[in-house]
Structures are given as C-alpha cells and as structure tokens.
C-alpha cells in the first residue's frame, strides 16, 4: 500500500509541474524555464517523498528531510543530466549516481545529493 501511495505522490508532484506549465499565462519565458528544468523525487522508507527541481547544476545540497531512501525518479535536462547520492552532508562519499529514471535506491541511508 505504501509502495503505491508513494508511487502515485511522484505521479502527482510530475502532473502538477507539467499542469503548471500549461496554465501559465502566455509568458514564453516561464514555459521555457519549465521545459528546461531537471526535477527529482526522493521516496523514504518512512512513505514520505521530496520534490526537486533546478535549471541548472545544484552543487551539494543536504534536504530538510534525510533518512533510509527508498527510491528515486529523476528527470534531467540539457544542463544536468546526472544525479548522485551521499551519505554524508559535504557530498564527498557518494553511494549512488543514475540519469533519468526511476530507480530503485534500496534503503539507503541518504544525506545529501547533487545533480549536474
């Protein structure tokens, strides 16, 4: 139940960016800017789940919410394509890097990540 309920905030949080674009009221630049953003979901054990997102390289980042990660869905964009995974808050021990997809992380205990 909790796989699928976690499943379906990522569905959600994908629709509402891509909802928000479509209503936005005729400026060129915003749905650009929409189009050229790289988003992440971050699901932990405990069911909760982050939303991402940037234009461009994020350089270190340790969320609000850290803990045992179970999965992950990222979608890059022409200047970050890539995303990694730490265990600790200063990005130096990486323990997973993927690009754009949904991915399976197994319970790791996650600090920090980076995309570019």
């Not at 499943?7 to 929409?34: C, F, K, N, P």
Request: hydrophobic content about 40%.
């Amino acid at each position: 139940m909790s796989r699928t309920l976690a499943h379906l905030r990522r569905l959600i949080a994908v629709l509402a960016i891509g909802v928000l674009g479509t209503l936005s009221t005729g400026a060129t630049a915003q749905a650009d800017t929409q189009q050229l953003r790289w988003q992440a979901i971050l699901s932990f054990q405990d069911g909760d789940a982050i939303n991402v997102y940037g234009t461009y390289n994020s350089g270190c980042v340790a969320p609000w919410k850290n803990g045992p990660m179970t999965s992950l869905f990222f979608v890059g964009n022409e200047y970050a394509d890539t995303i990694e995974l730490f265990d600790d808050r200063e990005c130096t021990s990486k323990i997973f890097q993927a690009g754009s997809g949904e991915w399976n992380v197994g319970n790791k205990l996650v600090m920090a990540y980076q995309v570019y």
